[in-house]
């Protein structure tokens, strides 16, 4: 099946400048995370969602960062006012419900804010 | 809070040669651990975890980690790489409690291996 998908794969925009990100999970998992992998760093946790229950958004750097999910399915970061310190690769990845279960990565968007 | 330590940002090695990269982490909790692996240009893939059980856990690729509680490591090792294990590979951990199971990684080390 079709894995983990993101969209745009880059995005370049000015400083200032809105942006919104889209991941698609793999169909059935309910588990969804979204990460930061910044230029020479390790992956930076930035929020979790299952199922419906209350988001996880402990590792949002900042108000200008939210996130939606529709139900199961796709989910959507959104960056306003977007700061050069932003730039950075977004990785979404996926999971079923069980503790310790592996997590599937996309590909990423890459973000660059000029 | 929890926290992983790789202390290795770059490895090189020769083909056939074996490595091991270092993982060591810090947490108040039990964790589950994980090595992803990210080859060029594309995403993280999984090569192991440890959930519970034998310390000794077996990965794709060839690749294996011991999980040592008292020292707080989970090293990765290969006894022969391969020209095609280049990348960067992360150690991660997840806590064994508690409703989020969102994953902390280490910096990551780049293995670079070469004729």
């Known amino acids: 099946g079709a894995g983990v998908s993101q969209s745009p794969s880059n995005k370049v925009t000015e400083k200032g400048k809105d942006v919104e990100l889209r991941c698609d999970p793999i169909s059935g998992h309910t588990a969804l995370y979204w990460y930061r992998q910044r230029l020479g760093q390790g992956l930076e946790f930035l929020i979790y969602?299952?199922?419906?229950?209350?988001?996880?958004k402990s590792g949002l750097p900042s108000d200008r960062f939210s996130a939606e999910r529709t139900g199961e399915s796709v989910s959507t970061l959104t960056i306003q006012r977007t700061q050069q310190e932003d730039s950075a690769v977004y990785l979404c990845?996926?999971?079923?419900?069980?503790?310790?279960?592996?997590?599937?990565f996309g590909p990423g968007t890459r973000l660059t804010v000029l | 809070a929890q926290s992983v330590t790789q202390l290795d940002s770059q490895v090189p090695v020769f083909e056939e040669a074996p490595v091991e990269l270092r993982c060591n982490y810090s947490s108040s909790v039990s964790v589950y651990l994980f090595w992803y692996v990210q080859y060029p240009n594309q995403g993280l893939q999984l090569l192991l975890k440890?959930?519970?059980?034998?310390?000794l856990v077996k990965g794709i690729n060839g690749f294996e980690a011991e999980f040592n509680k008292s020292q707080t490591s989970f090293h990765l090792r290969k006894p022969s790489v391969h020209i095609s294990d280049t990348a960067e590979y992360f150690c991660?951990?997840?806590?064994?409690?508690?409703?989020?199971?969102?994953?902390?990684f280490g910096t990551g080390t780049r293995l670079q291996v070469t004729l």
């Open positions: 990845a996926s999971s079923l419900a069980l503790r310790g279960d592996e997590q599937f």
């Open positions: 969602f299952q199922g419906n229950s209350a988001p996880d």
């Open positions: 991660a951990v997840s806590l064994r409690s508690g409703t989020a199971s969102k994953l902390t």
């Open positions: 440890y959930l519970s059980g034998s310390t």
